[in-house]
C-alpha cells in the first residue's frame, strides 16, 4: 500500500468495546490534524463484516485492536483481518501485558502493542511510527518479548548473521527512527533501506519491526541498554 499523509489523513479503525474508552481515543485523535477515526466498532465480527461490506469505501490504514472482546478476541481476529485487508496496519491498544499476549500478537503479525495506560501521545506516535514503517512497542513489553523469545541460531552463526549496514538499519530502528529518517542520516536511498529492512526481517525470520528488535535483543546482536 502506498500511503501519503501528507496527502490525506492517517484513517484509523477501532474495534474496542467499552464506548468510554473509544469516545477519549476519538477525541485525542480528533486533536490530530494528519489522522482521523474513520470507524469503531465493539466486535470483532462487527468490524470484519464491515469490511467485508465496504463495497469501494475507504480502507483503514491503521486499525487499533483490543485483545479482550464480546465474542472473537483480539489474538484470534488478526488472522482475519490480516485476511480481509492485508495492507492495513494492526496496532494492539490493550490492558493486557501478559507475556503470551504479547509475543503471540507480534509472532501473527501485529506492528504494534501498546497499553491503555500509554499517553495520547505515545498512541500518535505509535500510529505514524507503524505507517511508516517503524516499530510500536512499548519498552516494558519489549523485555517480555526478550525473554520469551527462543533461537535456533548457534553463537558462531549469530556473529555474522546481519550485515554491517543492517546492523545500523536495525539499531536505528530500534531507536524509533522511521525509514525516511534512517535513508537521510545514513545517506542513502529509501528504497535502500527498505531492501535491507526487507533482508533483516527473513534473516531474523520476523514478520515485522518489533519482532525483529526483540529477536535482535534476544540474540545479543543488539544491546539491551536499547530498550531504555
Do not use: C, W
Not at 3 to 12: L, Y
Amino acid at each position: 500500500m502506498i500511503n501519503n499523509t501528507m496527502n490525506r489523513k492517517i484513517r484509523v479503525m477501532m474495534v474496542e468495546d467499552h464506548p468510554e474508552y473509544r469516545e477519549i481515543v476519538e477525541l485525542a485523535l480528533g486533536r490530530e490534524l494528519d489522522m482521523e477515526l474513520t470507524s469503531q466498532f465493539g466486535t470483532s465480527e462487527r468490524a470484519l463484516r464491515s469490511l467485508r461490506d465496504r463495497k469501494g469505501h475507504d480502507e483503514p490504514d491503521i486499525i487499533l485492536l483490543d485483545l479482550h472482546l464480546p465474542g472473537v478476541g483480539g489474538l484470534d481476529s488478526i488472522p482475519h483481518f490480516s485476511t480481509e485487508i492485508p495492507d492495513a496496519k494492526i496496532i494492539i491498544l490493550t490492558q493486557s501485558n501478559r507475556e503470551d499476549d504479547v509475543l503471540k500478537a507480534i509472532m501473527l503479525g501485529a506492528s504494534g502493542y501498546l497499553l491503555k495506560s500509554s499517553t495520547v501521545k505515545q498512541l500518535t506516535e505509535g500510529i505514524r511510527n507503524v505507517m511508516t514503517g517503524g516499530a510500536s512497542l512499548d519498552a516494558k513489553l519489549a523485555n517480555i518479548v526478550l525473554k520469551t523469545l527462543k533461537s535456533k541460531l548457534k553463537p558462531n552463526e549469530i556473529e555474522n548473521l546481519l550485515t554491517k549496514r543492517e546492523l545500523e538499519v536495525l539499531t536505528m530502528l530500534a531507536e524509533g527512527h522511521v525509514k525516511k529518517e534512517i535513508a537521510d542520516r545514513l545517506q542513502i536511498g529509501f528504497t535502500t533501506v527498505v531492501s535491507h529492512v526487507t533482508h533483516i526481517y527473513e534473516k531474523l525470520n520476523a514478520p515485522n519491526a518489533p519482532a525483529a528488535i526483540a529477536k535482535a535483543f534476544q540474540l545479543g546482536i543488539l544491546p539491551i541498554s536499547k530498550l531504555d
